[in-house]
């Protein structure tokens, strides 16, 4: 005679039914605020910026000039009494020839006068870095660093409105010389090139007393 069965008392599920098992805790993901991402974006900035050589963007910026007339510069006639004028330093000197003016007065105020001068348009060497410009205006940069200039004034007497005389004015040995261009030879410093530039412009005809 078979024995019958007897359930056991362990955790046997009801047939066709199972127990959902209980889900099991997940590790918290850090937010994006959390210290820990902040520590590590910081530490990538910092790594990535030593290894990376600082970029800066070229300057566009022209350069900048200043031009002041001294207060000691006189004024110098270049052709005698009753001619044209122009202001120089002290003791300036004024030699005349057949192209034009030569002024000097030292190593840093050598100046070119000439006259029948072109339109400044046709004073810009190819040669020579040009670095600035206004209307009356053309200044040169040479690869040593040196400056150089021309000055073109349009002047017209008082007895004549017809008359008007085209002169240019510029560094010696520079930009321009006896209202040709070349390749500068001869260089000055910035400060030099400001005080030239303001004596050219007050280059002036003689006037009717």
Known sequence: MPRPRVPSLGHASE?????PSAPRPSAPRPSASSPLLVAL?????????TNEPERTAPSS?????SFALPSDYAKLELRGEGSETLRAPPGARVARSDKGFAIDAGESFALTIAPDAPPLSELAPSSVARVFSETDLAVFKSEQGAYSFV???ELVPEWDDNAKQRLSCGSAGGAVGAGATRAAMRGFSKSAVEQMVAACRSLALPTLE
Request: charged share 25%; proline share 9%.
């Open 15 to 19: 047939p066709g039914t199972s127990r």
């Open 41 to 49: 974006a910081l530490g990538l900035v910092a790594c990535r910026s």
């Open 61 to 65: 910026e022209p350069e900048r000039f």
């Open 151 to 153: 000055v073109v004034r």
